[in-house]
């Protein structure tokens, strides 16, 4: 027996544990769970020079030119990151190039890409700043709204009269700095005017800035904190979106898509932070809001609604994902919550949380969440589990995700240092847990009524009465038809009878005539035109009118005769004056008369207008 053989195998397996088959079977399913995770993100583009300084709510991946070709935007925060000296910018990028900038009049607050309702089907980038929203449109400045300031309180309008109308010295200065003071210490909010007076050291600063704002009137513009879209007639990629606004005192508004004139308002007990919406303005939506009180508060059908939702601590980021909302705290974790408030789960993190982004991926039907941590390590969610994670060169504080450079899944990080970096899924991959890949069966979401617009809920009543009562509207369709063309046979017999058309044709002659009215009142003058289309002269032609007595009178009441050859055409002019004062007019008719005819030839109606010092009157 070759005992050297075995001995080899023996030290082999002794010194390479992997080598043994029972090893290698227990291994297996790990390393296939670890190749899984790998293969789920896949690396498209880094660019460390790119100079980025933005959050999660100031970046997002649209479609700006209506093309389907996606941009990456980025409201950059400039010399507010406090790593450079540049001003605020709206960056675009265009795959791996920088398409274009502009600059921003101040520091950006929200970014949004907005759906004018305005046929052009271009969409324009909204971006908040202070209290007004401005639109650009291909970079560049397209139309800008601002939210209603509020009103300044009396007690602060009186310290600020007195002021003004006291000697400028530094007894009335102080008096009047100690009294802004005291307003403060009551929890009346000061305009940024007095805020500004009050930590003013300087004598002659004070006196030259009461002297500046004196007789002014005290505004209290209302800053927006945070900035939102909403659809609006339904959840299709085209549809018009409203842009839905929270502002520093606590109130919620909501803009229309096509004048952008306000369409909601709702009083929030805090300040908002962050908004979230689902669903579509027209019909069934909900507005998630969380406040610096830490809570998420819920409108619903333009009110809020009574269930409110407690976070443990100041929210990061938070988004509604299927039945749940999710939300990212300051206490380095991960909280989700039913529509009711109760906490279903919670998953501590090893470090802080530096942003939050929800994740939809409608190629795979993926609902997760991307949680990027201060040890810059990034992770993939789905509800509880780790789908994948990967770290960075330094801390990712904003993420967008989208379609973006030929994918429908990337994923754009940017880093606290600037850097931008792209990810895309993988095509092939399964974004499911593994303990979910065994299960079979029909999606939940089949089980889930369809909310149904309102205009098509009218629409399938409409076809179910139709299909109802069939017989008795075709009965009386065709009753209304018959009667339609009998009175239209009715009318015609009397025209042709009275000669009531502007057009006579018969044995003896044939006329046309024409009438207008020219002038503002409460003289007019009518233009009348006569022309003979017969073969013969028309001899003793006359003109009559026919008016109320009470309302008109002739200028000039004369009867004139003309003797018209064949083809030809006269005109003449007929001064009226209007003499009724009431601001409403009635027509004139015109009759055309031949010797030959016994009733009128040919005739016409001119409708005169309401007379200009009528109007005056009235």
């Given amino acids: 027996?070759?005992?050297?053989?075995?001995?080899?195998?023996?030290?082999?397996?002794?010194?390479?544990?992997?080598?043994?088959?029972?090893?290698?079977?227990?291994?297996?399913?790990?390393?296939?769970?670890?190749?899984?995770?790998?293969?789920?993100?896949?690396?498209?583009?880094?660019?460390?020079?790119?100079?980025?300084?933005?959050?999660?709510?100031?970046?997002?991946?649209?479609?700006?030119?209506?093309?389907?070709?996606?941009?990456?935007?980025?409201?950059?925060?400039?010399?507010?990151?406090?790593?450079?000296?540049?001003?605020?910018?709206?960056?675009?990028?265009?795959?791996?190039?920088?398409?274009?900038?502009?600059?921003?009049?101040?520091?950006?607050?929200?970014?949004?890409?907005?759906?004018?309702?305005?046929?052009?089907?271009?969409?324009?980038?909204?971006?908040?700043?202070?209290?007004?929203?401005?639109?650009?449109?291909?970079l560049k400045p397209y139309y800008n709204f601002a939210v209603k300031s509020l009103p300044a309180s009396a007690e602060e309008v009186a310290v600020w009269k007195t002021l003004?109308?006291?000697?400028?010295?530094?007894?009335?200065?102080?008096?009047?700095?100690?009294?802004?003071?005291?307003?403060?210490?009551?929890?009346?909010?000061?305009?940024?005017?007095?805020?500004?007076?009050?930590?003013?050291?300087?004598?002659?600063?004070?006196?030259s800035f009461v002297g500046a704002f004196a007789g002014a009137a005290l505004e209290h513009p209302d800053p927006i904190t945070c900035m939102e879209i909403i659809c609006k007639t339904s959840n299709e990629l085209e549809s018009p979106t409203c842009v839905v606004l929270g502002t520093e005192s606590g109130l919620l508004h909501v803009f229309n898509s096509k004048n952008f004139a306000p369409v909601m308002q709702i009083q929030l007990p805090s300040t908002p932070c962050h908004i979230d919406t689902a669903g579509y303005l027209d019909g069934?939506?909900?507005?998630?809001?969380?406040?610096?009180?830490?809570?998420?508060?819920?409108?619903?059908?333009?009110?809020?609604?009574?269930?409110?939702?407690?976070?443990?601590?100041?929210?990061?980021?938070?988004?509604?994902?299927?039945?749940?909302?999710?939300?990212?705290?300051?206490?380095?974790?991960?909280?989700?919550?039913?529509?009711?408030?109760?906490?279903?789960?919670?998953?501590?993190?090893?470090?802080?949380?530096?942003?939050?982004?929800?994740?939809?991926?409608?190629?795979?039907?993926?609902?997760?969440?991307?949680?990027?941590?201060?040890?810059?390590?990034?992770?993939?969610?789905?509800?509880?589990?780790?789908?994948?994670?990967?770290r960075t060169e330094s801390p990712v504080v904003g993420a967008a995700f989208g379609v973006y450079m030929q994918s429908l899944g990337a994923i754009v990080l940017n880093t606290r240092s600037g850097k931008l970096v792209v990810k895309n899924i993988r095509r092939g991959c399964e974004l499911v847990p593994a303990a979910e890949m065994g299960e079979l069966g029909p999606p939940a979401e089949q089980s889930v009524a369809i909310q149904i617009p309102p205009k098509s809920q009218f629409y399938i009543e409409q076809a179910k009465t139709e299909e109802e009562h069939f017989m008795a509207m075709h009965t009386k369709f065709q009753r209304d038809l018959y009667m339609l063309r009998l009175n239209a046979a009715r009318y015609f017999a009397k025209t042709v009878s009275e000669n009531l058309q502007p057009v006579a044709t018969n044995a003896v002659v044939s006329l046309k005539v024409n009438a207008q009215a020219f002038g503002l009142g409460p003289k007019f003058r009518i233009v009348v035109k006569i022309k003979n289309d017969c073969q013969t002269i028309a001899d003793d032609v006359r003109l009559v009118l026919s008016f109320d007595t009470a309302m008109y009178r002739l200028c000039n009441p004369a009867c004139q005769s003309w003797s018209l050859p064949p083809g030809f055409e006269c005109q003449t002019a007929i001064m009226i004056e209007c003499i009724q004062q009431a601001p409403i007019a009635t027509p004139v008719n015109v009759y055309v008369m031949h010797r030959e005819c016994p009733v009128p030839a040919v005739s016409t109606v001119v409708n005169m207008p309401i007379s200009e010092q009528l109007l005056e009157l009235v």
């Fill in 1 to 138: 027996m070759d005992v050297e053989p075995n001995k080899r195998a023996v030290e082999a397996m002794l010194l390479n544990p992997a080598a043994d088959p029972a090893g290698q079977q227990q291994q297996q399913p790990q390393q296939q769970q670890r190749q899984q995770q790998r293969s789920i993100l896949i690396n498209a583009y880094e660019d460390p020079m790119a100079g980025a300084h933005s959050l999660t709510h100031l970046m997002k991946l649209a479609n700006t030119d209506g093309n389907q070709a996606y941009k990456l935007a980025v409201a950059d925060l400039g010399k507010t990151w406090g790593l450079t000296e540049a001003e605020p910018r709206l960056r675009m990028w265009t795959s791996r190039v920088m398409y274009e900038d502009v600059a921003l009049p101040g520091t950006p607050v929200g970014l949004a890409c907005v759906r004018i309702d305005d046929n052009s089907g271009i969409p324009a980038m909204a971006v908040a700043i202070g209290n007004k929203v401005f639109l650009y449109r291909g």
């Fill in 164 to 207: 003004e109308s006291a000697p400028r010295d530094e007894p009335s200065f102080s008096h009047a700095r100690d009294s802004l003071i005291a307003l403060a210490t009551k929890g009346i909010r000061l305009t940024s005017r007095s805020l500004e007076y009050i930590v003013m050291e300087d004598m002659a600063r004070r006196t």
């Fill in 284 to 390: 069934d939506y909900r507005i998630f809001v969380s406040s610096r009180d830490g809570s998420i508060y819920t409108i619903k059908g333009g009110q809020l609604a009574d269930a409110v939702i407690r976070l443990p601590s100041q929210p990061i980021g938070f988004a509604r994902i299927g039945k749940l909302l999710i939300a990212a705290c300051a206490d380095s974790q991960i909280h989700s919550f039913s529509s009711k408030g109760l906490e279903i789960w919670s998953i501590p993190q090893p470090s802080q949380i530096t942003a939050f982004l929800p994740i939809h991926y409608k190629l795979k039907a993926f609902k997760g969440y991307l949680v990027c941590l201060e040890s810059s390590e990034v992770r993939l969610y789905k509800d509880k589990v780790i789908l994948t994670a990967f």
